[in-house]
């Protein structure tokens, strides 16, 4: 089973490797490390996780490494970024484009797919511009949430 996983494993780190190379990036230790992190994790996450991620796992990065090692691969395509707030930057996985559901009072971030499924998904009407993403970003309560409030009022008028 161990060897299992460890080939498992290999074949990952080569798939990573390859989608690097693609991209026109080095293939770099930091850079294996960032994207297998955020594929095992799923969902989206902050630098300050994935650092804490790579500590865990027994192969640390300094915080600017990760933080560079971030900028590259969503500079290449690598990865996509999730708008959470103010000073709340998170990534993500690149599977397929898409765009985020924020709820105010969770934080949640859920994924909403693109019409188009891939980017741009939205042309404006800018005669001489060159669009190469556009992201929606829809801010409100999620079900949780709105749930809670909703149930509240109704406490609240009885």
Not at 15 to 37: H, S
Not at 118 to 143: T, Y
Request: glycine share 10%; aromatic share 4%.
């Amino acid at each position: 089973m161990k060897l299992e996983g460890k080939a498992a494993a290999e074949r990952d780190s080569q798939l990573q490797a390859q989608r690097l190379r693609q991209a026109g990036l080095r293939v770099t230790r930091p850079r294996l490390l960032v994207l297998e992190v955020l594929e095992d994790a799923g969902g989206h996450r902050s630098v300050d996780e994935l650092v804490a991620a790579l500590r865990q796992r027994g192969t640390p990065l300094p915080r600017a490494t990760v933080y560079n090692v971030v900028n590259a691969l969503l500079a290449h395509g690598l990865i996509l970024a999730a708008d959470a707030g103010p000073g709340r930057a998170l990534f993500e996985a690149g599977k397929t484009w898409h765009h985020h559901f924020v709820c105010r009072d969770c934080g949640v971030i859920i994924d909403v797919p693109c019409v188009r499924g891939e980017k741009p998904c939205l042309e404006p009407d800018l005669p001489g511009v060159e669009v190469d993403e556009a992201q929606v970003i829809w801010r409100g309560r999620c079900p949780q949430c709105a749930g809670a409030v909703q149930q509240v009022a109704n406490t609240g008028s009885s």
